[in-house]
């Protein structure tokens, strides 16, 4: 049931002289609006925990009347349901020690409006050893707050349950699904030097297509594997420098660089916190995508370069002059397995860029694609400089 807003008069009760909040001097009066305006349950308590003040949010959060409240001791209220023990030992025991304490929570079930998880701040005023002593008691209510992190928690768990899943995967992928995969492409491979002229072009075709769907299915585990370690291998943060990175994967790329006539231009690329070894493989995969997508008839460019978005985030571009792509798939080039070109005219298994952007993500960043197609494609990558902590990530 919502409370209608009650006059100060109500809330305040009349001061020892008699007079009501606007008869107070103007500094206690300031005191009782400032209590009024705070958004958080505040009460007033005296040296026998009886309820002097007491804010609007008060009422409004625990839906008590004023005429119930001021004026009585405060684990009395609403015939006992403040008697809390962990309130009454940090009020009557804790406090008179401390004089101060601070996040304390208490988790209570009240009868009319159910389940609260309060945290509380409780001071012991004593400005004059003549008067007698004030508690001022802060209560804010944090059950929502609470629910949602203990939702966050089981998704968490159930994360880290899925990722035990994918890294069994992993294993599994590298040896039991190999293991007789090799099996077959050696025997294929012994089997086709023994017959290599005695077969008839039909039969020679079919042991060639063994052999090609083999070595497929080999080169699809592994990128399945690799896409697997993104997020099943540990997570090593470290300060990185980006141009030094960029550096390293031209370097291991040179052969193809050189084969393409391809040009890489790398600006000034920023030092952020993030696993060496993935911002390594990002850039790797988007380099040789850009190799692999080249125009035949056009020298390949690609610059690789870096903007601050803000203090804490970094635009890093790759963009090339290759053959590009039309805009309407620039979601799809990211999922697994998605190609936009024959197999015959552009090798790989369509992963690499799905395991560009799970990177990019397990940083706690994003991805995208510009793509104009016949012209070139634009990557656009943000990263934070601190990414979220390890044990966030999937």
Same mark, same amino acid.
């Given at each position: 049931?919502?409370?209608?807003?009650?006059?100060?008069?109500?809330?305040?009760?009349?001061?020892?002289?008699?007079?009501?909040?606007?008869d107070v001097p103007v500094a206690e009066r300031l005191l009782l609006d400032i209590l009024d305006t705070v958004r958080q349950p505040l009460l007033v308590l005296d040296a026998e925990f009886r309820v002097t003040k007491a804010n609007r949010a008060?009422?409004?959060?625990?839906?008590?009347?004023?005429?119930?409240?001021?004026?009585? %001791?405060?684990?009395?209220?609403? &015939? /006992?349901?403040?008697?809390? #023990?962990?309130?009454?030992?940090? @009020?009557? =025991?804790? *406090?008179?020690?401390?004089?101060?304490?601070e996040d304390l929570d208490v988790d209570h079930v009240f009868p009319e409006i159910g389940r609260r998880v309060m945290l509380l701040n409780a001071r012991l005023v004593t400005h004059d050893p003549a008067a007698p002593r004030v508690i001022l008691?802060?209560?804010?209510?944090?059950?929502?707050?609470?629910?949602?992190?203990?939702?966050?928690?089981a998704q968490r768990r159930e994360l880290e349950r899925s990722n035990s899943a994918l890294g069994e995967y992993a294993s599994i992928a590298s040896h039991d699904l190999q293991e007789p995969l090799r099996k077959i492409l050696a025997f294929g491979?012994?089997?086709?030097?023994?017959?290599?002229?005695?077969?008839?072009? %039909?039969?020679?075709?079919?042991? &060639? /297509?063994?052999?090609?769907? #083999?070595?497929?299915?080999?080169? @699809?585990? =592994?990128? *399945?594997?690799?896409?697997?370690?993104?997020?099943?291998?540990?997570?090593?943060?470290?300060?990185?420098?980006?141009?030094?990175?960029?550096?390293?994967?031209?370097?291991?790329?040179?052969?193809?660089?050189?084969?393409?006539?391809?040009?890489?231009?790398?600006?000034?690329?920023?030092?952020?916190?993030?696993?060496?070894?993935?911002?390594?493989?990002?850039?790797?995969?988007?380099?040789?995508?850009?190799?692999?997508?080249?125009?035949?008839?056009?020298?390949?460019?690609?610059?690789?370069?870096?903007?601050?978005?803000?203090?804490?985030?970094?635009?890093?571009?790759?963009?090339?002059?290759?053959?590009?792509?039309?805009?309407?798939?620039?979601?799809?080039?990211?999922?697994?397995?998605?190609?936009?070109?024959?197999?015959?005219?552009?090798?790989?298994?369509?992963?690499? *860029?799905?395991?560009?952007?799970?990177?990019?993500?397990?940083?706690?960043?994003?991805?995208?694609?510009?793509?104009?197609?016949?012209?070139?494609?634009?990557?656009?990558?943000?990263?934070?400089?601190?990414?979220?902590?390890?044990?966030?990530?999937?």
């Amino acid at each position: 049931m919502a409370l209608a807003l009650v006059p100060k008069s109500d809330v305040f009760p009349p001061t020892p002289t008699g007079g009501v909040a606007g008869d107070v001097p103007v500094a206690e009066r300031l005191l009782l609006d400032i209590l009024d305006t705070v958004r958080q349950p505040l009460l007033v308590l005296d040296a026998e925990f009886r309820v002097t003040k007491a804010n609007r949010a008060f009422f409004r959060t625990f839906r008590v009347p004023p005429d119930d409240t001021i004026g009585e %001791v405060l684990f009395a209220l609403g &015939d /006992g349901q403040w008697d809390i #023990a962990p309130l009454r030992e940090m @009020l009557r =025991d804790r *406090l008179t020690e401390e004089n101060q304490l601070e996040d304390l929570d208490v988790d209570h079930v009240f009868p009319e409006i159910g389940r609260r998880v309060m945290l509380l701040n409780a001071r012991l005023v004593t400005h004059d050893p003549a008067a007698p002593r004030v508690i001022l008691l802060a209560i804010e209510d944090v059950t929502a707050q609470r629910e949602i992190d203990a939702t966050l928690a089981a998704q968490r768990r159930e994360l880290e349950r899925s990722n035990s899943a994918l890294g069994e995967y992993a294993s599994i992928a590298s040896h039991d699904l190999q293991e007789p995969l090799r099996k077959i492409l050696a025997f294929g491979e012994r089997l086709s030097e023994a017959v290599a002229g005695s077969l008839s072009p %039909v039969p020679r075709q079919h042991l &060639d /297509g063994m052999l090609k769907a #083999a070595s497929r299915m080999r080169v @699809l585990i =592994d990128d *399945l594997l690799r896409y697997s370690q993104v997020s099943s291998q540990p997570y090593r943060v470290m300060y990185t420098d980006l141009g030094a990175v960029a550096r390293e994967v031209v370097a291991d790329l040179d052969a193809a660089v050189s084969d393409a006539d391809a040009q890489i231009e790398i600006g000034p690329l920023p030092v952020l916190e993030a696993d060496a070894t993935q911002m390594r493989q990002r850039l790797h995969n988007l380099v040789s995508n850009a190799i692999k997508y080249r125009r035949a008839d056009t020298p390949l460019l690609v610059r690789i370069h870096s903007t601050p978005l803000d203090a804490s985030r970094w635009l890093i571009t790759v963009e090339d002059n290759g053959i590009g792509f039309q805009q309407q798939y620039a979601e799809r080039i990211f999922r697994m397995f998605q190609r936009l070109h024959n197999r015959s005219a552009y090798a790989g298994t369509g992963i690499g *860029l799905a395991i560009c952007r799970a990177i990019v993500e397990r940083h706690g960043g994003s991805i995208s694609a510009t793509g104009d197609e016949g012209r070139g494609t634009t990557f656009s990558i943000v990263l934070p400089i601190n990414p979220p902590s390890p044990g966030s990530h999937p």
